[in-house]
């Protein structure tokens, strides 16, 4: 090609925003040579490539970072209670109360504590009817033996206060609870099979309306919850089928409920006359909505939740699938599909990978799940085929979080918390769990400390010592075919020192006792450790790894609570804190074993920088209890003594017991220097 022939393509061939500027009359000759080229060429022009589109801009969530430390966080649960039968429902009340119920109508309240729960009382609820002929003392028997004549709990639900606690079951009644002082307060007879319940009145109401649902027919019956159970309504033509779910928006004071067909409704309380609320949507019609999407999509919702400022409502249904809608326009603004379909079409994809790797890579790439989740999908999976099938498909709910702005809802791979402003998953709780969630609950109020005076350990931690508010969010759920129900919170199993994480309320049948793994029964080993001190913190991290049987040494001593109350018996300024005698006297102490321990060197741990933390000895091979921490290096004593830990944090603390005034003879402090507890942590 000539020179001229290629200068022309290399300026055809150019990006448009590279070309230099030019004056009008150049450019407009340019044009004209461009056109006369341009008709001699055969096929697309690079100019015709369309400007790539500006770049979305993400949405953010202010302060989401602020949201997320009142969402608990982790990976597995923290601990279990159990029922003795299946438990299918969970509640969880702003009056700080945990109320679950189980397949055998056996209803359990909890109440929420600084940390975790606590076991407040036990209602045999719902146990069936007994025939008049059958005498007193056949009742009583059977009466004791109830749990044979349990019947299903078909709905659990608490007013918005959260003093109220109404449940419903197949024997046709429904029983209102008042929640505060945990005791029954109404028995209403029914008539008919529930199908499920609603509090439809605010909390500052007169009456507390309590609306029912028939499983045979369309009708909603309005009950008053609070005294004698009378019918205050019935709305007879609102729904053309049983109504299967229903959530009272409170802040718009409206009633969403949605029958067996899909077809989803609106209406008001008592105080509005039942009526359609006209004045607070923006359609005039339904068919200018998507409240008739589960009508389409011929799927059953299971469960409603409206956000606290009820702007918005979400629903999950037997499609696995979970719609979030604006509540004033009834239109449908996220759908996220959590159906075992969509995993396994992720294999048509284009980045899909063969199917050898399918069940294990694949999913790691999308969701960047752990190798524990990877190594349950196979029991995920089977679990999900088997919930399809049962009734157990018809109970999974959903809920909002305080804020309204994060969706929290049971799916195949654990809780997923769902920011619903930046439509992003934020985490996923128990994806490390071998369990499948059904129905969950959130706590996130705040535990009032008691007034009385702190204990030691509070006075002596990080934290603020008086404070009298604490924040401890937790999640609540229920799983499938477990007589369990599981507690998340911002805390990891190993940072509470409890290898019984599955606490046997009940008493635990044949399958229970087998399950146990034997691993509890094994020594645990811990890498952090926190000494608190009537002086402050000392944070610790221990050589397992190096010398594994001093630190196993340490920390069942530790975890058993052996050296709390322990005191600094030799401090010498300059030199070093010791500590772990019993005795006080440093003459006392024992290992684990019974006996001294041999010692163990290791050439990467010298006594070669202050802060070292060492055991005690009599001479070779003596050691037992006692460790002390040095405040400067010490290289005599390498080979003498075993080192088996640093301190990398409150070192202040250390200084501080080491200029403590003591007796020149004895090197025991004047005034008494404790531990009061150690926490370890891996």
Not at 405 to 412: R, S, V
Not at 423 to 441: E, S, W, Y
């Amino acid at each position: 090609m000539s020179e001229t022939s290629d200068k022309a393509d290399l300026k055809r061939s150019a990006p448009e925003e590279e070309k230099p500027e030019e004056a009008p009359a150049e450019a407009e000759s340019a044009a004209e040579k461009d056109e006369e080229e341009e008709n001699g060429w055969i096929g697309p022009m690079p100019s015709e490539q369309s400007a790539p589109a500006p770049a979305k801009k993400k949405k953010v969530l202010p302060y989401e970072h602020i949201y997320l430390e009142n969402l608990p966080n982790a990976e597995s649960y923290e601990k279990s209670y159990m029922h003795r039968d299946v438990i299918t429902h969970l509640v969880c009340t702003k009056t700080d109360f945990v109320v679950t119920a189980s397949l055998d109508g056996h209803i359990k309240f909890w109440k929420k504590g600084e940390l975790g729960i606590e076991f407040v009382k036990h209602f045999r609820s719902h146990l069936g009817g007994f025939k008049l002929s059958i005498s007193r003392k056949i009742q009583r028997l059977i009466k004791f033996l109830g749990c044979f004549l349990a019947v299903p709990i078909k709905s659990l639900t608490t007013n918005g206060s959260g003093t109220l606690l109404a449940s419903a079951a197949t024997d046709q009644t429904a029983k209102v609870f008042d929640v505060v002082n945990f005791d029954m307060i109404n028995i209403i007879r029914l008539g008919f099979t529930p199908q499920c319940s609603e509090w439809i009145n605010a909390p500052g109401d007169a009456v507390q309306g309590l609306a029912i649902t028939d499983s045979e027919s369309s009708r909603i019956h309005i009950y008053d919850g609070q005294s004698g159970g009378e019918v205050l309504h019935t709305l007879e033509k609102l729904h053309s089928a049983p109504v299967v779910a229903m959530c009272f928006n409170l802040a718009m004071e409206t009633v969403i409920s949605v029958d067996r067909n899909g077809i989803l409704e609106y209406w008001q309380n008592s105080k509005h006359d039942y009526k359609f609320p006209q004045r607070l949507v923006s359609f005039d019609s339904k068919l200018d909505t998507s409240l008739f999407e589960f009508a389409k999509q011929k799927t059953h919702v299971t469960g409603l939740a409206a956000s606290p400022d009820g702007k918005r409502f979400a629903a999950i249904s037997t499609d696995r699938k979970v719609r979030v809608f604006q509540f004033n326009t009834g239109k449908m603004i996220r759908v996220f599909d959590e159906a075992l379909t969509t995993y396994t079409q992720m294999q048509q994809t284009p980045h899909a990978l063969p199917n050898m790797e399918f069940g294990r890579r694949l999913i790691l790439h999308f969701l960047k799940l752990t190798k524990n989740l990877l190594n349950n999908l196979p029991f995920r999976m089977a679990a999900e085929r088997d919930i399809e099938k049962t009734a157990l498909n018809t109970t999974l709910n959903i809920l909002f979080d305080s804020t309204g702005h994060f969706l929290l809802y049971p799916t195949m791979l654990g809780i997923k918390v769902i920011n619903v402003v930046t439509n992003r998953c934020i985490t996923i709780l128990g994806k490390t769990d071998n369990i499948r969630p059904l129905q969950v609950a959130l706590f996130q109020g705040r535990i009032k400390r008691q007034k009385a005076a702190v204990t030691l350990e509070q006075e002596a931690s990080e934290n603020p010592a008086l404070q009298n508010i604490l924040n401890d969010p937790t999640a609540f759920c229920t799983a499938y075919k477990k007589n369990r129900f599981y507690l998340y919170s911002r805390r990891l199993p190993s940072d509470l020192q409890d290898v019984d994480r599955d606490i046997f309320n009940e008493k635990p049948s044949k399958e229970d006792i087998i399950a146990v793994p034997e691993a509890t029964v094994v020594q645990r080993i811990y890498e952090n450790v926190v000494l608190h001190t009537t002086k402050g913190d000392v944070h610790m991290k221990l050589f397992f790894k190096e010398v594994p049987k001093t630190v196993e040494n340490f920390c069942v001593h530790a975890r058993n609570g052996y050296y709390n109350g322990h005191i600094f018996h030799r401090v010498i300024k300059g030199f070093m804190v010791q500590t772990g005698d019993p005795t006080g006297t440093g003459t006392g102490g024992k290992s684990i074993w019974g006996s001294d321990f041999k010692d163990e060197f290791h050439p990467s741990l010298k006594h070669d920088r202050p802060y070292t933390v060492s055991m005690a000895n009599a001479g070779p091979n003596t050691n037992g209890s006692q460790f002390f921490i040095t405040v400067l290096p010490t290289p005599w004593l390498d080979n003498k003594h075993t080192v088996f830990g640093r301190v990398y944090r409150g070192m202040e603390v250390v200084l501080n017991i080491c200029n403590a005034k003591a007796n020149p003879k004895t090197d025991k402090p004047y005034d008494d220097i404790k531990i009061i507890s150690i926490h370890l942590s891996n």
